[in-house]
C-alpha cells in the first residue's frame, strides 16, 4: 500500500518549515547536549541528563525508561540529512544505556524504550552488530516477563519503599509499544517465541485494557500465580475507569504496529477503535487532555500523548485505503499543528521544543518538556514528509 498522505499544498509548505525549525533546533542542541542522556529541561530550559545508578531507586538514572529517546531523535536526525555526526551522538548514549545491563534491577518491560531507538536502529540503518547484540539481549529480557497462564509481560519490578504493593501481575498499556521489540527479535532470528510472546500479550491487552467504547485502561492487574484478571488501577490517569490520553496513544499506535507485523486484522481494527475514541474527543483546536475524563479545571493537557497519538494516526492511515486514509491523517495534522502554534519552542532559549507535556494527573508538575514528546513529533513530522521511518 502506499504510504505517502494527500495534503494540501499549504500544508506540505506548513510540514517543510516544521521540519527546518526542528532541524535547526537539533543541529545547535545536540551539540549541546551530545553528552548527556536528556529527559526534561530544568528551570533555565537546559537539559538535565539521566545517568548513574542509585540502589534505593534503580528504575532512575541509567535505567529510566525514557532513555532511549535522545539516540532516537538523534537517528532521526540521520535519516533526514544523512550526517555521520548524529550516528555518533546516538552512539556516546547507546554505549552508556548497555551499562544499564549489569544494574539489571532497574530494568523492566521498557526496555523496548531503551534500545528500540537507539541500538537497533542503530542496527537497522548501519548493520551495527553491536545494535543487533544489545537489541537481542534486550529481548530476552523483556520475553522473560512473560507470565505463562496470564498471558502477559509484566511491568513493573517491586517499588522501592512500597514493600506492601505488590506488582507482579500488573500489566500496563504502555507495554503495547515495548513488544515491538519482539516483534524484531523474531524478524532476526526467525525464533517464534519472541513473536508468540508479543501477540499473545497483544491479545490479552485487547480483552482486558480496551473498552467497548474505545477508551482504554492504564494498569490491568491479574492474580501473580494463576494469572486470572483481577482488577484495574486509574495510573498516571485522573482516577480508576478514567481516560488518560496518552494510555490510548500508547494503545492506537502500539496496535498499529502489531497490524504491521502481523497481518492480524483484528490488531488494526483495535488500533481503529481506539482512535475513533480519542478523535472524538480532542478539543476543536487539536488540543488533547490528559485525561479525557478529568474535571474541566484544571484543565491539564499533554503535549506527549498528542504527539504520540499523532505518529499513531498516521501509522493507522499508511494501512488504510482512500477515504478512509483522510480521517486519520487530518487528525494527526489537527493535532501537530496546535502543537506548533501553541506549544513549541524552536528558538535557543531552551533545549526542548514541546512545551505542554504531563506525566500523571496527580504529579505536582504540569505543562513541562519530555524528550519524548520531542521524539514522537519529529516522527510525525517526518510521516507526513513520507520518510519512510523503521523505528519501531
Not at 24 to 34: H, R, T
Not at 82 to 104: M, P, S, V
Not at 217 to 240: A, C, L, N
Request: hydrophobic letters at 35%.
Amino acid at each position: 500500500m502506499e504510504h505517502t498522505f494527500k495534503l494540501t499544498p499549504k500544508q506540505t509548505t506548513w510540514a517543510n518549515e516544521v521540519m527546518n525549525k526542528i532541524m535547526d533546533k537539533l543541529s545547535w542542541v545536540s551539540e549541546k547536549s551530545k553528552d548527556k542522556i536528556p529527559y526534561r529541561t530544568d528551570e533555565t530550559g537546559t537539559h538535565d541528563t539521566w545517568e548513574g545508578f542509585d540502589e534505593n531507586r534503580p528504575d532512575q538514572g541509567i535505567c529510566w525508561w525514557t532513555n532511549g529517546f535522545w539516540p532516537g531523535l538523534m537517528w532521526l536526525m540521520y535519516q533526514a540529512c544523512g550526517d555521520e555526526k548524529y550516528a555518533g551522538i546516538a552512539r556516546i548514549a547507546q554505549e552508556k544505556l548497555h551499562y544499564a545491563f549489569t544494574c539489571y534491577y532497574g530494568l523492566h518491560h521498557d526496555v523496548g524504550f531503551m534500545y528500540l531507538l537507539g541500538d537497533v536502529a542503530d542496527y537497522r540503518l548501519t548493520g551495527s552488530e553491536e545494535g543487533k547484540k544489545y537489541g537481542l539481549l534486550a529481548a530476552q529480557m523483556l520475553a522473560g516477563r512473560f507470565h505463562p497462564n496470564g498471558h502477559f509481560i509484566r511491568a513493573w519490578n517491586d517499588i522501592p519503599g512500597e514493600p506492601d504493593k505488590d506488582t507482579r501481575g500488573w500489566a500496563i498499556i504502555d507495554c503495547m509499544m515495548n513488544i515491538q521489540l519482539l516483534f524484531w527479535a523474531y524478524d532476526e532470528t526467525k525464533d517464534y517465541r519472541f513473536r508468540q510472546i508479543a501477540m499473545m500479550h497483544a491479545d490479552t491487552a485487547m480483552k482486558y485494557f480496551v473498552r467497548e467504547d474505545g477508551s482504554v485502561k492504564h494498569i490491568v492487574e491479574f492474580h501473580p500465580e494463576t494469572g486470572e484478571y483481577m482488577t484495574s488501577h486509574g495510573g498516571q490517569g485522573y482516577t480508576k475507569g478514567s481516560s488518560w490520553s496518552r494510555g490510548q496513544a500508547w494503545a492506537i499506535y502500539g496496535y498499529a504496529l502489531a497490524y504491521r507485523h502481523t497481518g492480524k486484522k483484528e490488531y488494526l481494527d483495535t488500533a481503529k477503535k481506539v482512535a475513533h475514541y480519542f478523535i472524538a474527543n480532542i478539543k476543536e483546536d487539536g488540543t488533547v487532555l490528559l485525561d479525557f475524563r478529568q474535571p474541566e479545571t484544571p484543565a491539564w493537557e499533554d503535549g506527549c500523548g498528542a504527539c504520540v497519538a499523532a505518529s499513531g494516526l498516521l501509522e493507522i492511515a499508511r494501512e488504510v485505503p482512500e477515504p478512509e486514509r483522510a480521517l486519520y491523517s487530518s487528525a494527526a495534522v489537527k493535532i501537530l499543528k496546535n502543537i506548533d502554534e501553541k506549544h513549541c519552542c524552536y528558538d535557543t532559549s531552551g533545549d526542548s521544543f514541546v512545551l505542554n507535556c504531563s506525566a500523571a494527573y496527580e504529579c505536582k508538575e504540569h505543562h513541562v518538556t519530555m524528550v519524548y514528546a520531542d521524539y514522537y513529533y519529529m516522527e510525525a513530522i517526518m510521516k507526513l514528509q513520507g520518510y519512510e521511518l523503521n523505528m519501531w
